[in-house]
T-cell receptor
Framework: GENVEQHPSTLSVQEGDSAVIKCTYS??????FPWYKQELGKGPQLIID?????GEKKDQRIAVTLNKTAKHFSLHITETQPEDSAVYFC???????????FGAGTRLFVKA | DGGITQSPKYLFRKEGQNVTLSCEQN?????MYWYRQDPGQGLRLIYY???????QKGDIAEGYSVSREKKESFPLTVTSAQKNPTAFYLC?????????????FGDGTRLSIL
């Protein structure tokens, strides 16, 4: 069935360093890829998304890249800050579909 | 402000008891979802509803039931048939299914067994 694999499951970086989280999807018809940030005791919130007609999107310190041929996409956070510490989820869905498939999540720790 | 409200934030279930988790949205969204979140397993779909008076099973519907009598409300009942109910439950909505859009989430209900 449809699947999204996410790596790593845990990531620890020093404040100011970059963090990269990678996801691979199985459904070649997927064309929408959102990223969510979940803080402790809260629901996930969208931080950035990308559609399959572009290869890269940037919003301040956050960027997402998409390789449709390889069916993988990545989240890049630059100049990390302690408030970036959270669980990050990648996801994939397609037009006409009712379902969003989520990765298992990456717990990011940013050490001050 | 528009959003999704889940209640209660914490819930405890006794053996053999059914419990109901509330989810209300004022976003005027057609589609609503229930997910279960366990550590290290991401979000698993329990049920979803594309429109009032209609709902469909997700990947792990056994032991759960839902209703969608009003557009803004999508309550989830965890029945006694669900033998491992301890988890974090998330409700979400989108304007409509079929068009790729991000999901809006509530802040969850944490269910534990007494």
């Amino acid at each position: 069935g449809e699947n999204v694999e996410q790596h790593p499951s845990t990531l620890s970086v020093q404040e100011g360093d970059s963090a990269v989280i990678k996801c691979t999807y199985s459904d070649s018809a997927s064309n929408y890829f959102p990223w969510y940030k979940q803080e402790l005791g809260k629901g996930p919130q969208l931080i950035i998304d990308i559609r399959s007609n572009v290869g890269e999107k940037k919003d301040q310190r956050i960027a997402v890249t998409l390789n449709k041929t390889a069916k993988h996409f990545s989240l890049h956070i630059t100049e990390t800050q302690p408030e970036d510490s959270a669980v990050y989820f990648c996801a994939a869905s397609r037009n006409g579909g009712f379902k969003t498939i989520f990765g298992a999540g990456t717990r990011l720790f940013v050490k001050a | 402000d528009g959003g999704i409200t889940q209640s209660p934030k914490y819930l405890f279930r006794k053996e053999g008891q059914n419990v109901t988790l509330s989810c209300e949205q004022n976003l005027n969204h057609d589609a609503m979802y229930w997910y279960r979140q366990d550590p290290g397993q991401g979000l698993r779909l329990i049920y979803y509803s594309q429109i009032v008076n209609d709902f469909q099973k997700g990947d792990i519907a056994e032991g759960y039931s839902v209703s969608r009598e009003k557009k803004e409300s999508f309550p989830l009942t965890v029945t006694s048939a669900q033998k491992n109910p301890t988890a974090f439950y998330l409700c979400a909505s989108i304007p409509a299914t079929g068009a790729n859009q991000p999901q809006h989430f509530g802040d969850g209900t944490r269910l534990s067994i007494l």
